[in-house]
């Protein structure tokens, strides 16, 4: 697979992170990736996002070194990652599951990596308030986490990630357990961290409005392999394929199975209509002969069909069952 990159400006102390060539096997017969190349330069907020058992997870948890690569390697700027031991990587996590210390306060659990490091003491005390205030949870310090929501506690996960300055900020759908208006919040909450921090995050999805509210770049994945790079505006609008097309967008594009006739320069779709092609559209169809295409509509591009001589374009009959 071909390597891909984006390219910007990498401030000190940050470092790409580079996949060369990973492949992960569980047991004997389950690849979850194959031959998986990609680098992501710093400093960047990279999406992940596919249906369940793409390979999203595996590749969060190569990173952070809870799984390692059956063959090839992780690469964090000129360091082998996949050869160090988790704790020396550099990297903070935040999970699905929040995974707070039950028995400590919100203060403790913020500051608990600091004190591990032997970090200053007023340095620690320094740090949690200021990213307790600019989480909103500064109220919040003495309570245990039994006694916060369930936004509450994601935010205090985010603190507990922030705290440490790492230099690679991991995301394992931290959203999931939040009702819509939390994870709205949430969403625009880790875009202004990301905004301000400008630290390389790694964010796994498999809800498709997420991924396009909150990513730079998308990275969309199917069994263990890349099938497409890119902002989330050209995925969305130029898919490299029909996978891509129907994944991306609520509701889904419309394929519709169509064959170009090269010789009138019309395209007949679904049996029921013929349409003529030109201009950007036309350079993309090979016009020599026949031939078998799949064509993509967005439903926001469908509008009732009025009859009139003013109405161009591909007109499609049907009968609507479902409108949002």
Known sequence: MSRRRFFRKVPAGLADIEFQSVRKVFGKRVVALEEFSLTISSPTLVVLVGPSGCGKTTLLRLIAGLERPTSGAIMLGEQRLDTLEPRKRDVAMVFQNYALYPHM????????GLKIRRVAADTVASKVNGVSKSLEIDGLLDRKPAELSGGQRQRVALGRAVIREPKVFLFDEPLSNLDARLRD??????????????????YVTHDQVEAMTIGETLVVLRDGRIHQVGTPVDCYRHPRDTFVASFLGSPPMNLLQAEYDGASGSLRVADQTDFGLSGPLLSRIDSKGARELVVGVRPENLKPHTGGAGNQGLVLGGTVILEE
């Not at 203060?107 to 608990?112: D, H, T, V």
Request: charged letters at 30%; proline letters at 0%; aromatic letters at 12%.
């Open 105 to 112: 306060t919100v203060r403790e659990n913020l500051s608990f």
């Open 185 to 202: 919040e949430m969403r625009y909450l880790i875009k202004r961290l990301y905004q301000r921090l400008r630290t390389t995050t790694v």
